[in-house]
């Protein structure tokens, strides 16, 4: 009865009992990297930081975090964000550009690359919410427009950077852990704040659930989906500039290559459904790092990149399958057929 107790209050936390089979996920890729990696959980104390394997996963799995707490509330509302990788290239190129050509400091520069990318991740929610565009038909145009902007910024070059506030946010320390854990933390926090302590998570669920009613109710539909599609852009500019920082470089043609996938599986592996409605934040983040530990499973058994997103993608079918609604229901009548009757 204690460890019903224990998983209950666990998949309360994350937000419901289906992220349950991503915990199990979580935690078998974790046994076979230990199993695998000797001294895969060792952690050690050097030059004033943290270093260790759980510390990288932690490390690179931040940028596709970043994107899946912007890529959660979109995906709530019923819509889907195709843009988010274009938008990290957009970024990282204006970021670059504005600390060389620009001239400009990184208190100058950085709002500036946020803003821009902001204002293209609402004009998608534009499309959507004003011009009636399908989700994946307004946000897959911006995502071709971005990839073409980010090029047109850097001229079709990489930009190399020295810029040390950037590459602090991109590979720096702070109280121990890597800047983009607490740059997670941070956003996360901010996140929760406006959702769960203000009616803007309750618009974007009732959203979600039924439009129509919603509007009749008096919800802002429209408004409510511009500011999604455009926290989404603010989400993915802070991972374009987390990227760009990373590398050191703004590199147009790659940043943000994919990316829009790995955020939108973290989601669905986090438990929030396509469909809208409901949502788990911190279950995109569980998601999110269950994708990232994938990874890092995968290149400690040697599994050749090419061949990386076939296993990447049956391991993430299997657990949507787990999380799906007929799976759940039939797991409920199985339960129900294995507890003995209690007669009087």
């Not at 000797?38 to 930081?49: A, I, N, Q, S, V």
């Not at 090029?151 to 590459?167: A, E, K, N, S």
């Not at 854990?181 to 956003?187: E, F, H």
Request: glycine share 12%; charged share 10%.
């Amino acid at each position: 009865m204690k460890t019903d107790s224990a998983w209950k209050a666990i998949s309360t936390w994350f937000g419901g009992g289906s992220i349950i089979w991503t915990l199990l996920g979580l935690a078998l890729l974790l046994l076979v990297d230990a199993v695998w990696v000797k001294d895969f959980f060792t952690l050690e104390w050097r030059d004033g930081h943290l270093y260790g394997t759980p510390v990288d996963i932690l490390h690179q799995g931040s940028k596709v975090m970043l994107l899946a707490l912007g890529m959660t509330l979109v995906i709530a509302t019923g819509g889907v964000d195709l843009s988010v990788g274009s938008l990290m290239a957009v970024a990282g190129a204006i970021a670059a550009w504005a600390l060389t050509a620009g001239g400009m400091s990184a208190a100058s520069a950085l709002p500036l690359a946020l803003l821009v990318t902001t204002l293209i991740g609402s004009l998608s929610g534009l499309l959507v919410a004003v011009l009636g565009v399908q989700p994946i038909v307004a946000t897959l145009v911006v995502m071709v427009a971005g990839r073409g902007i980010a090029m047109l910024v850097t001229g079709g070059q990489i930009l190399t950077l020295q810029d040390p506030t950037l590459r602090f946010i991109g590979g720096g320390y702070f109280l121990g852990l890597p800047f983009t854990v607490t740059l997670v933390v941070a956003l996360l926090a901010l996140t929760l704040f406006l959702t769960r302590r203000t009616a803007f998570g309750l618009f974007i669920e009732a959203t979600g659930d039924n439009e129509t009613a919603s509007r009749f109710c008096g919800v802002p539909v429209r408004l409510v989906k511009v500011l999604v599609y455009a926290f989404s852009g603010f989400c993915a500019a802070l991972a374009g500039i987390v990227a760009t920082g990373n590398i050191h470089a703004a590199d147009s043609a790659r940043v943000g290559e994919m990316m829009e996938l790995d955020a939108i599986f973290a989601v669905v592996v986090g438990g929030t459904a396509l469909t809208g409605g409901r949502f788990h934040l911190l279950g995109s983040l569980l998601g999110a790092l269950l994708i990232q530990t994938l990874t890092t499973t995968m290149y400690n058994l040697g599994v050749p990149p090419t061949v990386a997103p076939v296993p990447k993608a049956v391991v993430i079918v299997l657990v949507c399958l787990l999380q799906s609604p007929v799976f759940q229901a039939r797991l409920r009548t199985w339960k129900k057929a294995k507890t003995p009757e209690v007669t009087a």
